[in-house]
């Protein structure tokens, strides 16, 4: 059966001392880290989600460990229901996300919940892309990862000009966002850049992000970084 118990049992045999100080340094404020990492999560997500009674690990509420919750949103992700029963178990997991790792691995294992229904989706994440919870809004913001594309690359860049909040983890998700439309549409992109009413500091991290980015060439890294705001 699966029982939170007896993944709990499982999660601390696979901990490892020295990950979870190296991990926990990149989480702060999360000190319930027992140093899995994500390849052993993932193995282990794939096969309870076989299981016929993986729900009974997603629908239980107390989670010691953040490795516990992270695990129950790789289980959503990869499990086999319908649409709607899927979009339910998402509700039912974006308020355990308060972290930008449990966040981002949650995201990205949503490709194919996105696939199932790309316009329900997107109506779907709107209430969170304008959210006031730090959290909710990067959800929301990292999902729009998914709709960088010919149909919504406009929406997405609308979008932008609209995102407010003061939160660091929200910001950041916002300026990986731009700087992944620039290298899928650096035209469209460069456009929005030059007339973006962006905060500044949520403006610079997204030019610095896509200087960063290994896709853009030096010629373009120069002028990118000529448009950088004084603070």
């Known amino acids: 059966m699966v029982t939170s118990e007896n993944i709990r049992k499982e999660l601390k045999t696979l901990a490892d001392a020295k990950y979870k ?15 899995v990492r994500i390849p052993q999560l993932r193995t282990m997500a794939k096969r309870i989600a076989k299981e016929n009674d993986w729900h009974l690990f997603i629908n239980a ?5 953040y490795e516990e919750t992270m695990l129950q949103g790789m289980i959503i992700g990869l499990a086999k229901i319908n649409f709607e029963e899927q979009m339910n178990y998402v509700k039912m997991f974006i308020p355990r996300i308060d972290n930008w790792a449990v966040c981002d691995i949650f995201c990205g294992e949503l490709k194919a919940f996105v696939k199932k229904g790309k316009g329900e989706v997107w109506l ?4 969170y892309l304008y959210s006031d919870k730090e959290f909710e809004k990067r959800f929301g913001i990292v999902m729009l990862l998914h709709y960088i594309d010919e149909e919504y690359i406009d929406r997405l860049l609308k979008y932008a000009d609209q995102f407010e ?7 950041m998700a916002m300026a990986w966002v731009i700087s992944t439309c620039f290298v899928k549409f650096p035209d469209k992109t460069m456009e929005y850049l030059k007339q973006s009413k962006l905060d500044t500091w949520t403006y610079n991290k997204a030019l610095q992000k896509t200087v960063e980015s290994l896709r853009v060439n030096k010629e373009t890294k120069l002028l990118i970084k000529s448009m950088k705001r004084k603070l």
Do not use: K, M
Not at 61 to 65: A, G, H
């Open 21 to 35: 100080e190296f991990h926990s340094s990149l989480l702060p404020g999360t000190d319930n880290v027992l140093g």
């Open 165 to 171: 909040h003061e939160a660091y983890y929200a910001r």
């Open 124 to 127: 779907f994440i709107q209430p």
């Open 61 to 65: 509420t107390e989670s010691n460990y």
